[in-house]
């Protein structure tokens, strides 16, 4: 089994800046892709970020030039600095970790999720 937690949500004015961090355990050998998806209020879950372990990163259009993803392959982290927030940022964030290589072969893992909110 894997676990991801995720960490660094909370209140932030508008301009404002978040890091989050989303770190994974358990027995493993490799994870593909790790990203970030966030879903708000009466909205369906979206695509954040994503980085694979080659450091190829997607972004949504929505976030590019303001949020940045990062990878630490040692300690198996992906992070998200979230600058020059904005109140539609409002939502939960998913920590995702894609086609996760055990000895039984590959699953995807989503994490609990932590709230950020954007609001003056």
């Known amino acids: 089994q894997v676990q991801l937690v995720e960490s660094g949500g909370g209140l932030v004015q508008p301009g404002g800046s978040l890091r989050l961090s989303c770190a994974a355990s358990?027995?493993?050998?490799?994870?593909?892709?790790m990203g970030w998806y966030r879903q708000a209020p009466g909205k369906e879950r979206e695509l954040v970020a994503t980085?694979?372990?080659?450091?190829?990163?997607t972004y949504a259009d929505a976030v590019k030039g303001r949020f940045s993803i990062s990878r630490d392959n040692v300690k198996n982290t992906v992070y998200l600095q979230m600058n020059s927030l904005k109140p539609e940022d409002t939502a939960v964030y998913y920590c995702?970790?894609?086609?996760?290589?055990?000895?039984?072969?590959?699953?995807?893992?989503w994490g609990q999720g932590t709230q950020v909110t954007v609001s003056s």
């Open positions: 995702s970790a894609e086609r996760v290589w055990g000895s039984l072969g590959a699953s995807d893992y």
């Open positions: 358990g027995r493993f050998f490799r994870i593909n892709t």
């Open positions: 980085i694979t372990s080659f450091a190829s990163t």
